[in-house]
């Protein structure tokens, strides 16, 4: 490889290693049930935090579901989250066969209606 070609080279390199998912474990219940927010997709907008979500499954769900990958959005102010999109998986951590995908937002729900969605806002909304 020439010296012309090499910072091109290292940058793409450079790029690829921040592109990975930073996960961190946010939930985790008696079930079996394992939820990771992805550090290095949180944004935020005003009140409003948006992360990448992956939910890690003990035991098989409907069409052999073990994981979700979500893209969640917390309201810090309200209390508050709503799933924008998802995609569901044959294998833990997001990975194996997509089993299929939801690119309609959810309704948005207090975080008393679902507990283990508080793990997801308090990383997001640093509480």
């Given at each position: 490889?020439?010296?012309?070609?090499?910072?091109?080279a290292?940058?793409?390199?450079?790029?690829?290693a921040s592109?990975?998912?930073?996960l961190v474990?946010v939930?985790?219940?008696?079930?079996?049930?394992v939820?990771?927010?992805d550090?290095?997709?949180l944004?935020?907008?005003g009140?409003?935090?948006?992360v990448v979500?992956i939910?890690s499954?003990?035991?098989?769900?409907?069409r052999?579901?073990?994981?979700?990958?979500?893209?969640?959005?917390?309201n810090c102010?309200?209390?508050t989250a709503?799933?924008?999109s998802?995609?569901?998986?044959?294998?833990r951590m997001?990975?194996g066969?997509l089993?299929?995908?939801?690119?309609?937002s959810g309704?948005?729900?207090?975080?008393?209606?679902?507990?283990?969605?508080?793990?997801?806002?308090r990383?997001?909304?640093?509480k």
């Open positions: 490889m020439t010296p012309k070609n090499l910072l091109p290292l940058l793409f390199i450079g790029l690829c592109a990975q998912a930073e474990k939930f985790e219940n008696i079930r079996g049930t939820v990771y927010a550090s290095s997709t944004s935020e907008n009140d409003l935090r948006r979500e939910q499954y003990r035991d098989p769900g409907p052999g579901m073990l994981s979700m990958k979500l893209l969640k959005e917390y102010k309200t209390e709503q799933i924008i998802y995609s569901m998986y044959t294998e997001a990975k066969s089993i299929g995908q939801v690119n309609t309704p948005v729900d207090k975080l008393t209606k679902n507990p283990g969605g508080a793990g997801g806002w990383y997001a909304c640093g």
